[in-house]
């Protein structure tokens, strides 16, 4: 029996500053108008978990084993996680742009941060004690709850929170990336200086060229 050819793996830009920034941020372009998602299916779902840390090989390679015995559950936390990066994508964007966020996008955030808190586990560190998650298991989930975990941490930090920004070029409907501005200054205006950086000032020389 031949394996069919394997397309290669996405691979995602880690530019938000934050796990949860980073996990709404694997739609590229702007979800509306011209939203291209990276997170095709359950099998992108562990190779993005896997490309940030929140599962290792072992555990990406169990998750994955499970799939495949259970294909209808993997598919239904493939939806799941999905809608949840939608409505974190939605309540981040609200702050950014320093508008209210829907209470019903904030009810599902908390909801599976709830479920996500009981693989929450106290683990012994170098000095005392440190904070971890489930080890082992097949837990389908397992890469959301470190997602859940910086959600909550970036929606309670009040200070980090009035960092938060869109990508400058929101403004024509390009791309709608989301980050925590730590520059010195507080200047960052894109998501990324290569990509959108440089494609707001092409079209600054091209206007004023023309004007
Ligand atoms: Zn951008």
Not at 91 to 111: C, H, K, M, T
Not at 177 to 206: I, P, Q
Request: glycine share 10%; net charge positive; charged share 30%.
């Amino acid at each position: 029996m031949g394996s069919a050819p394997r397309t290669p793996e996405w691979q995602y830009q880690l530019l938000g500053g934050r796990l949860c920034l980073d996990f709404a941020n694997t739609v590229s372009g702007m979800r509306g108008t011209d939203a291209r998602d990276h997170l095709t299916d359950y099998a992108a779902l562990v190779s993005w978990g896997r490309q940030v840390g929140a599962l290792d090989e072992a555990r990406a390679r169990a998750l994955l084993a499970r799939a495949k015995r259970q294909p209808d559950a993997a598919e239904a936390v493939f939806r799941e996680a999905v809608a949840l990066r939608e409505a974190i994508h939605r309540v981040f964007r609200a702050f950014a742009e320093e508008r209210e966020p829907v209470q019903a996008d904030l009810d599902l955030v908390s909801g599976a941060l709830g479920r996500a808190l009981s693989h929450r586990r106290i683990r012994r560190g170098a000095n005392c004690c440190a904070l971890g998650w489930d080890e082992g298991g097949d837990d389908l989930d397992a890469m959301l709850w470190p997602v859940l975990a910086s959600a909550a941490e970036l929606l309670v930090s009040g200070a980090e929170l009035s960092l938060l920004r869109i990508c400058g070029l929101h403004e024509t409907g390009e791309c709608g990336w989301l980050f925590v501005d730590e520059t010195r200054n507080h200047t960052r205006r894109w998501c990324s200086m290569k990509d959108c950086g440089n494609r707001a000032k092409a079209r600054r020389h091209y206007q004023r060229a023309r004007g």
